[in-house]
Every structure is written in structure tokens, then in C-alpha cells.
């Protein structure tokens, strides 16, 4: 006989098929394929447990049929003798020969009887029981790996639908020369990628971590079915072998076949079959880091600069609060409440369109932005009109950097060039060499030099001279000494 082995003893598995590629963002493979194939194999086996039960239930029904034929049998000696009179009464006579006739065929109905007894009350509850926990198997595969599935493939669709919203955001963003909204910035649809796919994956490995326990527990569970087979076939020899030993012979001969059957051999050469649709334990999980996705480096997805300011806050007593900000091609100015993309849908809570926006003096550490949020979030509800924010950076030269995009960026100067969207400049740690060289302002082209703005210092509308601040949206050719015409009149020592 074949020796046993460990139902997960060098078990192959697939390397094609139904692999998870791990730059592959949504995997083209059917999450459910695992679960369809266990819950068919589950049922297959509940149909064999069906046969047997099937094989029982008729040989005790035939058990009682023979028995009721064996009492038509007694009938036909039960009369006396008739002239019995001729054979002696005692014992070891004629007459003796047919009371023993009587009594052992009484015993042979008697004793079908007692088998079929014996196979309803003993055997098919075997079967039965082992049918209960066959279909609570499938129950809880359908509970749990099926819904997890299901899960999957949910996400999978949901990630899907956001790579294709950013593909389409992605090329109108180049069809139409950046000016998209803000809800529709690529940068914005990116990091909602990354945030779906985060929880896509997180699915995934899930619902694989159950269908390894699932494919590991199905070996123990396959060796215990093969063993209660074994059993309900030992108790129907026990009970109905007796009959006759020619019976017996034959019903040996299917308890041996059956006995033959390692406890391992058919979930052998189940893996063997099925090897490229099962999972490989030892296969790693999928990591979001080394997952790719369309459009993930188009240049409208990678920040002009990024990092964290202080906002003045509109609650007096309250100062200021630190958030994320960045300034994205589309020249949004989103606030973030962390440049976390993981944990949560990374929605902005504030969004200015610069080109829209009035950009105030730089003073030391501090710059202004006068807009209306488009982000249409708790802030842009709050900010149904146009307010001026007040910012302050980590240093001097954090603001300065910060102040020379923001004002690029409105002016509609600042052309973004592959090489600076492949590396998005930072407001903190970056040092003076690093820093790209400063953008010339209207004043600085012309050759104006404007004095530091002090604030509070009394400036009237209309004058040239230091304190003046200009919207650096608009364009033209100045004088040198002369501020240029911004066409918005800022109050005195407003920035």
C-alpha cells in the first residue's frame, strides 16, 4: 500500500494563469476563480458522501425485503407435521430436524432485520453527519473567501474607474494648456489612485491570506472525509458481512479498494491539476511601492513645490495652523491636512487658482495671497468671497522660494520643464545650492528696486514707492522707477 503523505507535502502551484503581477495596477485575473474551483471540488465530494449514503439506504431497505421474503420461507415449514405421529418427538429426530429448521430460519429473518436496524441507526448517521460538514464547508467558504472576493473585485473596479478619470483629466490637461478644475487636477485624481489602490491591496492580501488558509486547511479536511468513508464502510461490513461469507468476500473487496485510497492521493492530484489557478503560499504579498499605474508620472501630476506653511487663522485668538500646501501645474494652490496618501482620500481642504488670486508683499518669513477657495470644501463654503491669507514659512529663505513660484506660477511665466517636475522642490531642507535661481519679477526686469513693505506703514492708492503691492498677474512694460499698473489698490500696510 502507498505510504501516506502531509496533504501539504510539495504541493506545485501556479506560475501562470492566475498570477498577480506586482506592476500591475489592476491585475486582469478573476479574484472568484480560486473560490469557484474549491466550492466545486467541495461539491463533488458532497455528491460522492450523497452515493454512498444512496448505497447504504438501499442495501437496508433490501435488508428488510429479505427479511420479509425469509418470513414467506417459515411459512412453508410452520404447519406439524402432518402423520407426525410416525416420527418420534424427541430431540435429534425428524420432528427435532424440523423444529430446527423453524427456529434458525426465524433467526435468519431476524437477523436481516437487525442489519438493516443497524445500517439506518449506524452507518448512514456516519455519512450523514460527514454530508452536514461538507455543506457548512461550503457555507463558509461562501461566507468568507467568496464575499472576499467579491471585495476585490469591487476595488479593483473602483481603482479602474479613477485611473481612467485621470487619463482623461491627464490629457485634457495638455489639450487645454493646463486650465482644468480644481476637483479635476491630475495631481489630485493621482494621489486618488494611490489612495484606492492602497485599499485594493489591502483587500487583495486579505482575501489571499483566506484562501491560503482555506487552500491549507482543504488537505486535512479531504484525509478526514477519505476516513469517514472508511469508517461507514467498516461498520457496513461489521453489520451486513455477517449474512454470508460469499457476501462478505464481495463486500471485502470494496472495503479493501477503499481501504487502498492514501488519505493524500486525491488532493494530490488535485494540486497537480489545478496548479495554475491555487495560490502559492510561498509567494510574497503585493506592495504598493512597486506598483505602477497610468499617468502616474505625467508632468501635471508632480508638484511645482511642496511642503509644509503656517496659515494665519480667521479665529483671532487661535494664530496660526500648520498644514500641507502645493502647488501643482495647474496652478492650484491646494491646502492638505498632511501629504499622507494612505490612511485617508487625500481631498484638499483649500484650493486657489493663482492665475485668479492677488499675491501680497514678502516680509522676512511671511507672504500674502488674496483669492476665493474653488475647492468647494468646509473652508471654500466659508469662503464664499475672496479673503486675503496670510502665510508664514519655516525661514526667510523657505518664503522666498515659496513667494517666487507662487508668483511665477500666477504671472503664467513659470514654464515647467521635465526636469523640474521629476523632482519637486521642497519648502524645508533644501540648501543654497540647490535652490533654483530666482524669477525676475515685473520690478526687477524693468530694473525697479522696491523697498522692504514694514507693515502698518501708511501707503496712499496710486503711489509709487515702497509698500506699493502689485498684482503680479498683469503684464507690461514699465520705466525704471515706476511701479507697474496691477489694476488693484491694496489698503495701507495690507499684505
Request: net charge neutral; with cysteine; proline share 6%.
Amino acid at each position: 500500500m502507498t505510504t501516506a503523505r502531509s496533504p501539504t507535502q510539495s504541493l506545485p502551484y501556479r506560475t501562470t494563469g492566475g498570477s498577480v503581477s506586482d506592476d500591475e495596477a489592476v491585475p486582469e485575473t478573476d479574484p472568484s476563480d480560486t473560490t469557484s474551483l474549491l466550492l466545486e471540488r467541495l461539491r463533488a465530494y458532497k455528491h460522492a458522501c450523497g452515493y454512498l449514503e444512496a448505497y447504504i439506504t438501499a442495501h437496508e431497505k433490501a435488508e428488510h425485503a429479505h427479511a420479509k421474503e425469509i418470513e414467506k420461507v417459515l411459512k412453508s415449514v410452520s404447519d406439524p407435521l402432518k402423520e407426525g405421529h410416525h416420527f418420534d418427538q424427541k430431540l435429534g429426530g425428524v420432528a427435532g430436524l424440523f423444529e430446527n429448521i423453524r427456529s434458525n430460519t426465524q433467526g435468519i429473518s431476524n437477523a436481516h432485520l437487525e442489519t438493516a436496524k443497524n445500517l439506518k441507526g449506524s452507518v448512514l448517521p456516519i455519512l450523514e453527519r460527514l454530508h452536514v460538514e461538507i455543506k457548512n464547508k461550503t457555507k463558509e467558504l461562501n461566507k468568507g473567501a467568496a464575499k472576499g472576493s467579491k471585495e476585490v473585485d469591487k476595488t479593483r473596479n473602483t481603482t479602474q474607474k479613477h485611473i481612467e478619470l485621470l487619463g482623461q483629466h491627464t490629457a485634457a490637461f495638455s489639450s487645454s494648456g493646463g486650465k482644468i478644475e480644481a476637483a479635476n487636477d491630475p495631481y489630485i485624481l493621482k494621489r486618488g489612485v494611490r489612495h484606492r489602490l492602497h485599499q485594493q491591496v489591502l483587500n487583495e492580501n486579505n482575501n489571499r491570506h483566506d484562501l491560503i488558509a482555506v487552500q491549507d486547511s482543504f488537505g486535512a479536511f479531504e484525509a478526514h472525509i477519505i476516513a469517514t468513508f472508511q469508517q461507514a464502510l467498516n461498520s457496513f461490513l461489521q453489520y451486513a458481512g455477517g449474512d454470508l461469507e460469499r457476501q462478505k468476500a464481495m463486500y471485502s473487496d470494496i472495503i479493501s479498494t477503499a481501504q487502498r485510497i492514501p488519505p493524500d492521493f486525491e488532493w494530490q492530484g488535485f494540486i497537480n491539476r489545478n496548479n495554475n489557478v491555487l495560490i502559492d503560499p510561498s509567494a510574497p504579498p503585493r506592495d504598493i511601492s512597486s506598483i505602477s499605474f497610468p499617468n502616474q508620472d505625467h508632468q501635471s501630476t508632480q508638484p511645482l513645490i511642496a511642503g509644509t506653511l503656517e496659515r494665519k487663522s480667521r479665529v483671532a485668538l487661535k494664530g496660526y495652523d500648520t498644514g500641507y500646501y502645493v502647488l501643482s501645474p495647474s496652478k492650484f494652490f491646494h491646502q492638505f491636512a498632511s501629504d499622507d496618501d494612505l490612511r485617508k482620500d487625500p481631498t484638499p481642504e483649500l484650493s486657489l487658482y493663482l492665475p485668479d488670486c492677488t499675491l501680497g508683499g514678502l516680509n522676512d518669513n511671511k507672504f500674502s495671497v488674496k483669492g476665493k477657495d474653488v475647492s468647494k470644501g468646509k473652508v471654500g463654503s466659508a469662503m464664499s468671497m475672496a479673503h486675503e491669507l496670510s502665510f508664514k514659512a519655516h525661514s526667510a529663505a523657505d518664503a522666498k522660494k515659496w513667494y517666487s513660484v507662487i508668483e511665477a506660477s500666477a504671472s503664467g511665466s513659470y514654464t515647467p520643464s521635465s526636469s523640474t517636475l521629476s523632482s519637486p522642490v521642497e519648502s524645508r531642507n533644501v540648501s543654497a545650492q540647490q535652490q533654483p535661481p530666482p524669477l525676475k519679477t515685473n520690478q526687477q526686469q524693468t530694473g525697479y528696486q522696491a523697498s522692504p513693505i514694514t507693515p502698518g506703514a501708511g501707503v496712499q492708492p496710486g503711489s509709487a514707492g515702497p509698500g506699493k503691492l502689485t498684482n503680479l498677474q498683469t503684464s507690461g512694460t514699465t520705466t525704471p522707477g515706476s511701479v507697474p499698473n496691477s489694476g488693484v489698490e491694496r489698503a495701507p500696510g495690507q499684505y
